[in-house]
């Protein structure tokens, strides 16, 4: 079977790897350009270039894959399958008709919950018990073709988006080479999606990482575990952006009004919430690497008796 994969961040990886060891014939292999990246701007390639050059694949670095002549390139390769995992543009329908027997692409929800760029970030945030990933038939939708296969896993109360990321990307990637072999063997019923039971999620901006006080004790935990270790949850201190890696909560109610420190020591910084306390273990201050509250505290101060920035 020829299949043209299309993916560029590190998720993709583990299903390009199987469809290699599975012996599909990857003809072509679609990412997106070198971006500049640090202080120098220097050119980094993705995680999937990466793989694919040491796989010795034919590497397509379009900067719109939706150009005529970019077209041509993907139907010169006569494809059964492009397989599309976490690729970073929209295709259009003439791409999306090329292959043999479809477009399929790996997506990071239970579908159709969490359709959109950041279904990992938003699971963890809303405070889900379980997710997972579906397989699918694209069509020229955000996310809305008809559903494969799907893979289920628990998140347990204390898991962050890291964690999360990567159980989800080799569970994708198995479930992929399943799907592929249940369409060559004509095993698999397509399943429409329920658009009512849809929710979108959307990526991630200074707006939606900054942790609100005021917001519950737990709902502020979730904030910050959906979006550890990146892009990071956030709150400001006396001008400073700090940013918080890892936490726990305490539904104990008290009297001060929420974003109040009342204590910092090798158990955590203690901040009230609305209606409980957030226990932050593990911040980064500005120009500071990542650290354990214990480990900072051991040559620096945190004020307590103080109300932090709303």
């Known amino acids: 079977m020829k299949v043209i994969f299309m993916g560029t961040p590190e998720f993709a990886v583990p299903t390009l790897e199987h469809l290699n060891e599975n012996g599909y014939d990857i003809k072509l292999v679609v990412t997106q350009p070198d971006k500049p990246s640090g202080r120098g701007k220097k050119l980094k390639k993705s995680d ?3 793989k694919a050059e040491e796989l010795e694949l034919e590497i397509f670095q379009p900067n ?9 390139k993907l139907e ?3 494809p059964d399958f492009i397989v599309v995992v976490a690729y970073g543009q929209i295709l259009n329908k003439e791409i999306l008709s090329i292959p043999k027997y479809g477009c399929i692409n790996v997506h990071a929800s239970l579908l159709p919950k969490y359709r959109g760029a950041a279904p990992l970030n938003w699971a963890i945030i809303n405070g889900e018990k379980t997710t997972g990933v579906t ?5 020229v939708g955000l996310d809305t ?6 893979s289920k896993i628990d998140i347990d109360d204390n898991m962050n988006v890291g964690e999360l990321h990567d159980e989800l990307k080799i569970q994708g990637a198995r479930l992929l080479i399943e799907t592929l072999k249940g369409i060559e063997c004509d095993e698999i019923l397509r399943e429409k999606q329920d658009n009512s039971l849809s929710n979108y999620a959307p990526m991630l901006d200074k707006e939606n990482t900054k942790i609100n006080w005021n917001d519950t004790a737990q709902n502020i935990h979730n904030l910050i575990r959906g979006l550890s270790p990146w892009p990071s949850a956030y709150f400001m201190h006396e001008g400073n952006k700090i940013k918080v890696y890892k936490s726990l909560y305490i539904n104990e109610k008290t009297e001060v009004n ?16 609305l209606d409980g306390i957030v226990i932050l273990k593990e911040i980064q201050m500005p120009g500071k690497n990542k650290m354990k509250v214990s480990d900072y505290l051991r ?4 004020p307590n008796k103080i109300y932090l920035q709303q």
């Open 48 to 50: 999937v270039k990466i």
């Open 64 to 72: 719109k894959i939706k150009f005529e002549e970019n077209i041509k």
């Open 76 to 78: 010169s390769c006569k």
């Open 135 to 139: 397989t699918m038939f694209m069509d």
């Open 145 to 150: 073709g008809d559903m494969l296969l799907k």
């Open 258 to 273: 929420p974003g109040f420190i009342l204590k910092a020591n090798n158990e955590g910084i203690f901040v009230t919430a």
């Open 299 to 302: 040559g620096n101060k945190f």
